[in-house]
């Protein structure tokens, strides 16, 4: 599919259309519960903002989820994602916004 470049579009654009929102903007909208809109939502919520998250799956988690299955001796869990993860600060950054120790919910091992 041919999407128009971003310059094309503003061509079209009157100068004076503002390219951020203007007035308060308390409550925020963040489409996706993958990683960056988890950790976008974590850092707005810490700046005192209300956030709602859309979701189009079950669980959260984007391209780093979870698979459980069930089968003779026991549960067996898959990453169906990333499995390492190189910069845990980035989100140890998220929860300290927020006023949490990443390590009080996540094990990463």
Same mark, same amino acid.
């Given at each position: 599919?041919?999407?128009?470049? %971003?310059?094309?579009?503003? /061509?079209?654009? @009157?100068?004076?259309? @503002?390219?951020?929102?203007?007035?308060?903007?308390?409550?925020?909208?963040?489409?996706?519960?993958?990683? $960056?809109?988890?950790? $976008?939502?974590? /850092?707005?919520?810490?700046?005192?903002?209300?956030?709602?998250? *859309?979701?189009?799956? *079950?669980?959260?988690?984007?391209?780093?989820?979870?698979?459980?299955?069930?089968?003779?001796?026991?549960?067996?869990?898959? !990453? %169906?994602?990333?499995?390492?993860?190189?910069? @845990? !600060?980035?989100? $140890?950054?998220?929860?300290?916004?927020?006023?949490? !120790?990443?390590? !009080?919910?996540?094990?990463?091992?």
């Amino acid at each position: 599919m041919n999407y128009p470049s %971003t310059r094309s579009i503003r /061509r079209w654009l @009157p100068r004076s259309t @503002p390219r951020t929102v203007t007035g308060g903007t308390d409550h925020v909208v963040v489409v996706g519960a993958g990683l $960056a809109g988890l950790s $976008a939502a974590m /850092r707005l919520a810490g700046a005192g903002r209300k956030v709602t998250v *859309l979701e189009r799956e *079950l669980t959260p988690g984007g391209r780093a989820g979870r698979l459980n299955v069930e089968a003779a001796g026991g549960t067996y869990h898959f !990453d %169906t994602g990333p499995s390492v993860l190189t910069m @845990p !600060d980035l989100i $140890a950054d998220c929860f300290d916004a927020l006023g949490e !120790d990443m390590q !009080d919910w996540l094990e990463l091992e």
